[in-house]
């Protein structure tokens, strides 16, 4: 009953910039833990930025200093700005969310369906 959409993804230049964004809505009641994850070819997923409902936040180190993670909790969205990319940082970038339902108090956790991030040289 809960769905996030991501959107932001696309082909950029080494040195180029993205904004990934995530908008969850449907039985919503709040949301709590708000992450990225990526996966890159032939690699396993693995977090990028994460983001409390408090604010606080952690980064990968590979993306400490260039990419910078943030929500709007009243729109229920999470956004991945994205600088000085890097033909390393090429993956699927997955949205993640834990949060509680609005469908009897019960906690849920959902991946969104991944957007491509391609950086050339």
């Known amino acids: 009953q809960v769905q996030l959409v991501e959107s932001g993804g696309g082909l950029v230049e080494a040195g180029g910039s993205l904004r990934l964004s995530c908008a969850a809505s449907?039985?919503?009641?709040?949301?709590?833990?708000m992450a990225w994850y990526r996966q890159g070819p032939e690699k396993q997923r693995e977090l990028v930025a994460g983001?409390?409902?408090?604010?606080?936040?952690n980064y990968a180190d590979s993306v400490k200093g260039r990419f910078t993670i943030s929500r709007d909790n009243a729109k229920n969205t999470v956004s991945l700005q994205m600088n000085s990319l890097k033909p390393e940082d090429t993956a699927v970038y997955y949205c993640?969310?834990?949060?509680?339902?609005?469908?009897?108090?019960?906690?849920?956790?959902?991946w969104g369906q991944g957007t491509q991030v391609t950086v050339s040289s």
């Open positions: 983001i409390s409902s408090a604010g606080s936040t």
């Open positions: 993640y969310v834990v949060g509680t339902s609005t469908s009897y108090s019960s906690f849920f956790s959902i």
């Open positions: 449907g039985s919503i009641f709040s949301l709590n833990t």
